[in-house]
Structures are given as structure tokens and as C-alpha cells.
């Protein structure tokens, strides 16, 4: 249970945040659920590699964690004494690198007595949408949330804060993988998914015409794209081996243009089904410029409500994590010290 009840007392409540699910070791403090530090250490040792290599990301978090969460502190001008709880990423994840911070959130909530706060990383990148800026318009509920990134591709039906449905997801590949994963057919270095952007500004979308899966419902595949990529290029570069270098901006802005496409197809059929307009994008790829204009072409005509979180926020950061902690802190839901990590985790 909380030591302090925010409601016996109305001192202002403070959050430690701490994200290590994957490549980037990240920690924040928010204050009344506004952020007063956000700081995330990325890991460049992956791009040599063509993708995170498990076992250097643990090694790179264990390295990162005691300075960021440091730094974190310092930014915010706190002491240990003034946080309310830990926020931590419980899963899903790595394992190796979960660990890292799971294992460091249980120590400073022993060390300070403090409660932790387990989170749901694909949750907190849905509720980032809730950490409080000047200025921002935050979702009603219900609302759609699609989630984009390197690990998952979701859409989610979002009641409140802690009721969410899983409308349809991945059976495959993660969207971001299909970004990544055609970059590296085409020789660009990882993470390929902001290169592809950067190409496909340039490029004719229409130019090379790649084949939508047939997936029912609201599920995705993209495992056969990349496949159909492969063989394409296989073909191409066996007539002329500068044809990759030669048309890189129309084939990236056509690969971009399939995968907009299958998303916004998917987030139509939603729309549909459930009545609800109100949609808010989350996760690493939701910095696409394309889904972006897809989807502020649809606000404009008046069709959705749409909600695209600031860039620090839509990549894995701490702040996120911490603004789940914060609203499970208010409704009394602490983790106990003997839980562990979990690559996997139900929604
Ligand atoms: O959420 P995130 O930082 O990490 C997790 O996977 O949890 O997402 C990383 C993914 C990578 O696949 C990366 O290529 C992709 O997001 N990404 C993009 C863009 N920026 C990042 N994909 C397409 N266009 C972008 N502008
Ligand atoms: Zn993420």
C-alpha cells in the first residue's frame, strides 16, 4: 500500500519513471503528472548489427541505468525522500534487459521504502497521450488507440484508463519491423523505419505497386510485404545492379505507402464497428510522416479526432511509464516485491 495517501495529505505527488524494455535505458520524474525530468539514454551499438542484439542491450542497460536515473533526479531537483512511488516497465520485453530495471526499481523501493508501481509497456505508450502539457488536448473515452512500433502493432479500444480491449494486432510481423526489416533489404542501416520516411518525401508512392495481405477483422500481417519485397528487388538487381541505389526514393515511398495503407484500412474498419472517431497513435512509427498526414487528412475533412503525441513521447521514453504509475498510484495499485519481469505479458 502507498506510505502516503494523496488524499490525507495534499502534498504534490512525485513519480519516478524507469523504462528498460528494450534499446533504450530511460527514466523521468513527473509531478502531478507533469514532467518535470525526462531523460533516455539510446544504445547506437545495435545499428552494426542490423537489430538489437539481446544480450548487449541487458550489458548497455546495466551500464546506463544508475546514470540516467541519477541525472533524472537531478534534472528534476528532487531527493529520494519527496517520491511517492516507482514506476517500472514489467513487460513486455526483453527479458535480459526487463531485468536490468525491474531488478533496480525493486532495490530503490526497498532502499527508500517506497512503492513500486509495475506498468504495461504497450499500455503506457497508449496513456502517454495523458501526460499533462500547457496546451495540450488530451482523448476522451472512450477512444481508439493504434499502437506502431518496433515490437507491436495494436489496435485498442480504450474505456479508461486501466479497461482497454484489443480490437486486432499483428500475427506476425510488427509494423516497424516491416519498416526495418525492407530497409535492410534494400541496404540501409537500422533502424531503417526514419530512413524509409526520409526516401519516401521525395519519391512517387504509386510507382512500384506491392500487394495488400488479406487478413480478417481488424488483425495485420506484414510478413508476406517484406516478402514480396525480396523478391522484387532479387529480380530487379539481377537485371541491373544499380536498380536499388537508382530508385531508392520511389521504392521507399512505395513500401510506405502499402504499410499506410493496411494500417488505415484496419483503423476505417474500427472506426466503423465501434462508432468511436476519436483515435490517438502511439508508438515509435506513429513519427511516420505518412500515417501522420493519412491521418490529419482525415481530421481535416471532419471525419476523426486525431491525437499524435510530441516525438519524445511516441519513442520508448520513461514518461510514459511514469504517467501509468502516477494513475495506479491514485487508485491504490502497487506491486509487490517479489514479481518478475515478463517478456510476454497479457493486455
Ligand atoms: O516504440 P519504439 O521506439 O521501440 C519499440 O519498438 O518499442 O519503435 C521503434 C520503431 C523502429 O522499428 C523504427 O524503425 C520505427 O519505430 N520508426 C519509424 C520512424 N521512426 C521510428 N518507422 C517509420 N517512420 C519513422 N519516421
Ligand atoms: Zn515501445
Known amino acids: 500500500m502507498p506510505q502516503k495517501s494523496p488524499v490525507e495529505n495534499k502534498e504534490s505527488i512525485y513519480i519516478l519513471g524507469i523504462e528498460s524494455s528494450c534499446d533504450d535505458t530511460a527514466a523521468a520524474v513527473l509531478k502531478d503528472g507533469k514532467i518535470i525530468s525526462n531523460i533516455v539514454a539510446n544504445q ?3 545499428e552494426e548489427y542490423g537489430g538489437v542484439v539481446p544480450e548487449l542491450a541487458s550489458r548497455a542497460h546495466q551500464q546506463n541505468i544508475v546514470p540516467v536515473v541519477d541525472m533524472a533526479l537531478k534534472k528534476a ?10 514506476a517500472f516497465t514489467e513487460g513486455p520485453g526483453l527479458l535480459g534487459s526487463l531485468l536490468v530495471g525491474v531488478s533496480f526499481a525493486k532495490s530503490l523501493s526497498m532502499a527508500w521504502n517506497i512503492p513500486l508501481l509495475p506498468v504495461h509497456h504497450m499500455k503506457a505508450h497508449i496513456l502517454a497521450h495523458f501526460i499533462e502539457e500547457d496546451s495540450m488536448k488530451l482523448p476522451e473515452f472512450p477512444f481508439l488507440a493504434l499502437t506502431i512500433s518496433g515490437g507491436h502493432t495494436q489496435i485498442v479500444r480504450v474505456n479508461d484508463y486501466f479497461d ?9 510481423d510488427a509494423v516497424g519491423e516491416a519498416f526495418d526489416k525492407s530497409a535492410k533489404i534494400m541496404g540501409l542501416p537500422y533502424p531503417g523505419g526514419p530512413l524509409i520516411d526520409k526516401y519516401a518525401q521525395k519519391g512517387d ?7 495488400k495481405p488479406k487478413v ?15 523478391y522484387f528487388l532479387q529480380k530487379k538487381v539481377k537485371e541491373n545492379p544499380d536498380f536499388i541505389k537508382e ?7 512505395s513500401i ?14 474500427a ?7 476519436r483515435i490517438a497513435i502511439g508508438g515509435g512509427v506513429s513519427a511516420n510522416s505518412g500515417i501522420r498526414n493519412a491521418l490529419l487528412e482525415q481530421q481535416e475533412k471532419g471525419n476523426w479526432e486525431v491525437y499524435i503525441p510530441k516525438f519524445e513521447f511516441t519513442t520508448d521514453n520513461a514518461a510514459m511509464i511514469a504517467i501509468v504509475g502516477y494513475h495506479k498510484y491514485l487508485q491504490g495499485q502497487t506491486g509487490r516485491l517479489d514479481l518478475v519481469p515478463k517478456a510476454r505479458m497479457k493486455f
Open 205 to 211: 508512392p504509386k510507382r512500384f505497386p506491392f500487394p
Open 216 to 230: 480478417a477483422g481488424m488483425n495485420f500481417s506484414f510478413s508476406g510485404l517484406k516478402t514480396s519485397i525480396l
Open 247 to 253: 530508385n531508392i526514393e520511389d521504392l521507399s515511398a
Open 164 to 172: 482497454m480491449e484489443v480490437l486486432g494486432e499483428t500475427l506476425d
Open 77 to 86: 531537483g528532487i531527493s529520494p525522500e519527496k517520491l511517492s512511488g516507482i
Open 44 to 46: 547506437k551499438i545495435h
Open 256 to 269: 510506405q505507402y502499402t504499410i499506410i495503407n493496411i494500417l488505415m484500412d484496419k483503423l476505417k474498419l
Open 271 to 277: 472506426v466503423k464497428e465501434t462508432g468511436i472517431n
